[in-house]
């Protein structure tokens, strides 16, 4: 039994995102479905029953934050993993092929709807589905947008070992839920969201969806040996309880640097700008309705 699909494919996202869009509107085609296609979604879609979202971690917010702006129930969000690190895919599929992933879509009984926290940043709306970090991860994606010759997880494996020997702790705060977690140097704050970033690294190995939280993790001074140690751990999240790294969960969270010279900051793999030397994050529960398998996979 077929129904109305509606594909967006990124054009600009790296990875293969482009040939996919093309293979996933055959798929749903093969299967009955209607199928649109855009490169973008502002807003709720009437007469839609599934977005799907072909792309990467940034992609993928875009389009949550579309579906997010509806007060009414609207159609849930299928990922497609499209672009580098994937990942929000990973944190509800795994590393499932998606051509399986689809079929469960499409089959009742194969899968659930979860509607996943969302996590607003700044005043002028900006939010953010999988994570936002400070400090060592941002470098991590800015450097990574200038790597050739490496795609996927490995790019972003390749821009850490890189980012290693610029390692600079800023002066910083991070307050969660009015009571200050970490103060002084500090060479990484995240929050999210999933537990993985880039993909590969499961900073945040505590994480659930939609638990109307968002997890937080700091990593104080520490030189390119001991981070390139917490590193190697950070696979696969046994990071937590070492010397210099703190966690928490929390609903508001405010991450500063105390000298007052503007954040470097990175929202689900995409480096922002103008983010002032303060910023402030608030969940949102059960903000967007996404396609997931009926147990969780990771969180």
């Known amino acids: 039994m077929g129904g109305s699909a509606l594909v967006v494919v990124n054009p600009a996202a790296r990875g293969d995102a482009a040939r996919l869009g093309g293979d996933v509107r055959a798929h749903l085609a093969a299967a009955g479905w209607t199928v649109a296609t855009a490169d973008r979604l502002v807003g709720p879609e009437p007469g839609v029953d599934l977005v799907v979202a072909v792309g990467g971690d940034g992609t993928v ?21 499209g672009g580098t690190g994937n990942s929000v895919y990973r944190a509800l599929w ?11 879509a499409l089959t009742p009984g194969r899968h659930r709807v979860r509607r996943l926290d969302l996590g607003r940043w700044s005043d002028d709306g900006r939010a953010f589905l999988l994570g936002l970090s400070a400090g060592f991860m941002a470098r991590v994606v800015e450097v990574s947008a200038g790597l050739e010759g490496t795609g996927g997880r490995e790019r972003y494996q390749a821009a850490a070992v890189a980012a290693l020997d610029d390692l600079r702790p800023f002066p910083g705060r991070v307050t969660v839920d ?3 977690m970490a103060a002084g140097p500090l060479t990484m704050v995240s929050v999210g969201g999933a537990r993985h970033r880039a993909g590969t690294f499961q900073l945040l190995p505590r994480s659930v969806l939609d638990d109307g939280l968002l997890d937080v993790c700091t990593i104080g001074e520490v030189d390119a040996a001991g981070f390139a140690e917490l590193a190697g751990r950070v696979v696969d999240g046994t990071h937590v309880g070492r010397p210099g790294v703190g966690y928490t969960q929390g609903r508001s969270i405010v991450i500063e640097r105390t000298d007052g010279e503007p954040l470097a900051v990175e929202t689900d793999g995409d480096v922002e700008a103008g983010t002032g030397s303060r910023i402030t994050i608030t969940v949102v529960p059960g903000a967007v309705p996404v396609v997931a398998p009926p147990e969780p996979v990771a969180g």
């Not at 917010?61 to 993993?81: D, N």
């Not at 795994?94 to 469960?104: C, I, N, Q, Y």
């Open 94 to 104: 795994g590393d499932r092929p998606w051509p399986g992933v689809l079929d469960d």
């Open 178 to 180: 009015g009571t200050v």
């Open 61 to 81: 917010r875009e389009v949550a934050l579309g579906l997010a702006r509806s007060a009414a129930e609207g159609p849930p969000l299928l990922i497609v993993p």
